[in-house]
Nanobody, 121 residues
Framework: QVQLVESGGGLVQPGGSLRLSCAASGNIANIYVMGWYRQAPGKQRELVATITSSSITTYSDSVKGRFTISRDNAKNTVYLQMNSLKPEDTAVYYC???????????????WGQGTQVTVSS
């Protein structure tokens, strides 16, 4: 089991910035990808960004060019830097971690409890 603790959410004006953090603890060995997802009221949960153990990143088209995902292996922490925020970015943001014992093998995943991001004037 991996425990994920998120922080950094809050209220920000349109055009502003926030940085989310996700600290992983517990059985963190063999984590190969971590990511951020979000869910707005009345909508399905959607992928925002992912980062692999080799630091390969992917982004949703809706955030590409505005958000940056990164990781600090020494701190077992992943970050999401969010710039040029828009009201449509308002959602609960969830941290996710996937782990497996060997390449292309079975995997397990864990979720954080979510942190609220509200973009409003």
């Amino acid at each position: 089991q991996v425990q994920l603790v998120e922080s950094g959410g809050g209220l920000v004006q349109p055009g502003g910035s926030l940085r989310l953090s996700c600290a992983a603890s517990g059985n963190i060995a063999n984590i190969y990808v971590m990511g951020w997802y979000r869910q707005a009221p009345g909508k399905q949960r959607e992928l925002v960004a992912t980062i692999t153990s080799s630091s390969i990143t992917t982004y949703s088209d809706s955030v590409k060019g505005r958000f940056t995902i990164s990781r600090d292996n020494a701190k077992n922490t992943v970050y999401l830097q969010m710039n040029s925020l828009k009201p449509e970015d308002t959602a609960v943001y969830y941290c996710n971690a996937k782990k497996r014992t060997y390449s292309s093998g079975p995997y397990t995943q864990d979720w954080g409890q979510g942190t609220q991001v509200t973009v409003s004037s």
